[in-house]
């Protein structure tokens, strides 16, 4: 069965650049889940979108957005990178919001040096 | 802010005993459970849910539990094996119907030989 695709699977930058975090969601879901998970850490929410609309956010700095496209892929893009921008980022996708199961990709590993 | 919790960081059992693995929540409005199986250098994976109008829930070796009264919800795993090795997570889905998911701090389970 199809999973949720993420890209790149690792990313290396420098302090001050710019990321972008792509998500393609299981096919046929409608919402997309980003994480961040820090190293020994649980994963954080950051943001979510239902029909290419924002449905909530969490602790996601102002440095970062996301969109999700007609597509329903979704992208998160990271500006001006610190160094505790180094973590796991995780997309997952589900059909329909609360209280639906949510299958995670395989994360995108960013450092920031 | 409201949070899902692990009583241990790390579980050691014996291939062929049974897991037990516990989880403590602190909002009472919390209605949906999720746990998750999370590999070295991989994306959470579903094992199982449970919704609160349930006590009780199995899967496959899996069985999860929830006791409300007391805010607390378990994960027994069956026989359990050298793959089972992972980091454990629980997961409420919050009262804001959005889907995002409030993580625990992990379990680490190991399985000797």
């Known amino acids: 069965a199809a999973g949720v695709i993420q890209s790149p699977r690792h990313l290396i930058k420098e302090k001050r650049e710019t990321a972008t975090l792509k998500c393609y969601p299981i096919p046929r879901h409608d919402t997309v889940y980003w994480y961040q998970q820090g190293p020994g850490q649980d994963p954080q929410f950051l943001i979510s979108f239902y029909e290419k609309m924002q449905s909530d956010k969490g602790s996601i700095p102002d440095r970062f957005s996301a969109q999700q496209f007609s597509d329903y892929h979704s992208e998160l893009n990271m500006s001006s990178l610190e160094l505790g921008d180094s973590a796991l980022y995780f997309c997952a996708s589900s059909l329909g919001t609360s209280r639906e199961t949510q299958y995670f990709g395989p994360g995108t590993r960013l450092l920031v040096l | 802010g409201e949070s899902v919790g692990l009583h241990l960081p790390t579980l050691s059992v014996q291939e062929g005993d049974n897991s037990i693995i516990n989880c403590a929540y602190s909002?009472?409005?919390?209605?949906?459970f999720i746990w998750y199986k999370q590999e070295s250098g991989k994306g959470p994976q579903f094992i199982i849910d449970i919704r609160s109008n349930m006590d009780k829930r199995q899967g496959q070796r899996v069985t999860v539990l929830l006791n409300k009264t007391v805010k607390h919800l378990s994960l027994q795993i069956a026989a359990t094996q050298p793959g089972d090795s992972a980091v454990y997570f629980c997961a409420e889905n919050g009262p804001s119907n959005t889907g995002k998911l409030i993580f625990g701090q992990g379990t680490t389970l190991q399985v000797k030989p």
């Open positions: 909002n009472s409005a919390s209605d949906y």
